[in-house]
């Protein structure tokens, strides 16, 4: 209990600071934002009126209070470049961003668990160089590049995937499959290339523990000492693991969805920010840490009730 | 079997820099053709012996562009690291050799900037600075200091209780001079690591945010910039991305390599 309180604590003031990095990074803008996000055309009235939209003649701390009140409410302001609530703009283009990561973890776990085990089985065969280059290399790969070579060499050939757009799920399963799995696989990838490695590890590691000796020299078979008993020890720390991928899933998809032209929150944001629609921006990014630090916080507290042992770290 | 792996990782890794390296030095006398100038009527040629590795859509040669653009990721990476490296050694030194509340503040603080997905925080930053080279790299220096400052203070933290600083201590020796001239040359080899994996970052951070057209501007030539103009002739053109897409993952390879070699080397025990 003490754990998960302290735990808490530390992820409401995570929370605080991050709002407070984002609010306050906008306010070391060099020059008046208004007139940044004007341009040099607009005249004294435009500006005024806009500031006094953004509530930028009242007090930061005002200002900062109510950003956050926000947050929670779901008013963060309008956009100024699609005169709509940032939080319509948001949920409009959340599922499109939701599918492709969702996506994208499932293939992960899908690929890099039993790759990971039978990497692992056969020890001896693949060698630790060759498998440490695999991932050097998962590691090295720009997405944005490996999203094109996916359209040149599977995009191009295999007819049921479209390179580019999005067809919604509610206009067609098969139609929303054929444009998202191929971003899906180009965010996967790479972590697929890290992570199985870690799997392989972390069951290594299992594997010389007493226990394993005991049951094997009892003469239970291989299957079901390695699926049975090592597996469920092993995957205590590949959850974390797992856990750990959503920040680098989410932020692989905000650009390879600029690879594939899906209209989901990266575009938003990159286009929000060449627009100089800075409460957009804001709002996005806002949303996007704390979904990320919220989804690492349960996987913590998941750790700690798998493994009680972590609580007295 | 071990011994043998960490050499190749020594001997690729740095003879993939030094290729790169020696592209950047070559690239400031000379490039094959001029790197800006247009010819149109030979847009989007394949590779040929002319140009190897063909041409732009402006009919620029592509092998020159590549050449030039070295020059724009070892400066964005070499500015993005001493960024990084200098704040990150001093919030990280203080708040280990200090302890106490500045600790927590500072490395609170550290936390909550890790807490953003990294390209995230790097493009909320490059919104407020605007584009261009020397933004970006102040944009990723920024991005690199927490993890640069949570090495130093774990060194710190070690290296306070020794006795060679208890003995400075005693004899009257200013704080700032054990920190950064008794503590910090015994924790260097750590901070050298993360600092390497931290110029590889910052190259592939660079080439993402100018393929998403807010990092280096034209008519400065950047890896990610060309990918960017590639993908609308990827198609009918598909070997214009080869080249600048075969550089950045070449290169942030060769870091990597090289830095996973730096660790196993300055630090025997570790074995993963």
């Known amino acids: 209990m003490f754990y998960i309180i302290r735990r808490l604590l530390l992820l409401v003031v995570t929370i605080a600071l991050v709002s407070i990095i984002t609010f306050a990074v906008f306010q070391i803008l060099p020059g008046d934002p208004v007139r940044t996000m004007l341009g040099t055309e607009a005249d004294e ?10 509530g930028l003649n009242r007090p930061l701390h005002e200002q900062y209070v109510d950003w956050i009140k926000g947050l929670f409410t779901g008013d963060l302001g309008n956009s100024i470049r699609f005169s709509m609530p940032v939080s319509t703009l948001l949920m409009e283009r959340l599922p499109v961003t939701l599918s492709v990561a969702s996506m994208a973890l499932i293939i992960v776990v899908l690929v890099a668990l039993p790759l990971g085990i039978f990497v692992a089985k056969r020890q001896k065969k693949f060698s630790d160089v060759v498998l440490s280059s695999v991932t050097q290399l998962g590691m090295a790969i720009p997405s944005f590049w490996l999203g094109m070579i996916l359209i040149l060499y599977i995009g191009m050939n295999v007819d049921f995937f479209k390179i580019s757009g999005y067809i919604p799920w509610s206009e067609s399963i098969k139609g929303a499959l054929s444009t998202l799995i191929l971003p899906a696989l180009t965010i996967a990838i790479p972590q697929i290339a890290v992570k199985f490695r870690y799997v392989r590890t972390s069951i290594l590691e299992q594997m010389q523990l007493d226990y394993v000796r005991t049951i094997r020299s009892k003469g239970l078979p291989e299957k079901i000492v390695v699926y049975k008993h090592i597996l469920k020890n092993a995957l205590i720390p590949i959850l974390t693991i797992f856990g750990l991928i959503t920040a680098e899933v989410v932020a692989g998809t905000i650009i390879v969805e600029q690879v594939f032209a899906l209209p989901g929150i990266g575009q938003l944001l990159i286009t929000s920010i060449s627009y100089r ?25 998941l750790y700690s009730v798998i493994d009680p042992r972590i609580r007295l770290r | 079997m071990r011994k043998y792996a960490k050499n190749i990782n020594l001997i690729l890794g740095s003879l993939i820099l ?14 094959p053709y001029d790197v800006n100038s247009m010819d149109i009527p030979n847009k989007l040629q394949e590779p040929s012996s002319k140009h190897i590795f063909g041409t732009d859509e402006f009919g620029r040669d592509i092998f020159s562009r590549i050449l030039k653009g070295s020059q724009t990721a070892f400066i964005v990476g070499a500015l993005t690291v001493t960024i990084g490296v200098f704040f990150g050694v001093l919030i990280g030194g203080i708040a280990g050799y200090v302890g106490g509340w500045i600790d927590e503040i ?8 890790m807490a953003f997905p990294g390209i995230i925080l790097a493009l909320m930053l490059v919104a407020v600075f605007g584009p261009g ?5 102040i944009a990723l220096g920024i991005i690199a200091i927490p993890s640069i400052a949570r090495v130093t203070r774990s060194g710190f933290v070690q290296q306070k209780e020794a006795e060679y600083v208890t003995a400075s201590k005693l004899i009257g020796v200013q704080s700032y001079k054990i920190m950064f001239k008794h503590i910090l040359p015994n924790i260097s080899s750590q901070i ?7 110029f590889a970052i910052a190259m592939l951070a660079e080439a993402a945010l100018s393929y998403l057209g807010l990092g280096v501007q034209p008519p400065d030539p950047s890896w990610g910039r060309m990918l960017k103009d590639a993908q609308a002739y990827l198609i009918a053109s598909p070997w214009y991305t080869y080249a600048p897409g075969g550089a950045i993952t070449l290169l942030v390879l060769g870091l990597y390599l090289l830095s996973n070699a730096i660790r196993d080397m300055m630090d025997p025990r570790s074995n993963s």
Request: glycine fraction near 2%.
């Open chain 2, 18 to 31: 030094f290729v790169f390296l020696g592209m950047m030095v070559v690239s400031f006398f000379y490039t």
């Open chain 1, 277 to 301: 629609d800075f409460p957009l921006v804001q709002g996005i990014v806002m949303y996007i840490t704390i979904t990320v630090v919220f989804i690492n916080f349960v996987v913590d507290i």
């Open chain 2, 133 to 137: 080279i020397i933004n970006t790299s």
């Open chain 2, 106 to 113: 500072f490395m609170r603080f550290m936390d909550a900037l």
């Open chain 2, 192 to 198: 050298i690591v993360a600092a390497s994996i931290a």
């Open chain 1, 45 to 54: 009235t435009q500006i005024e009126s806009l500031r006094n939209e953004l």
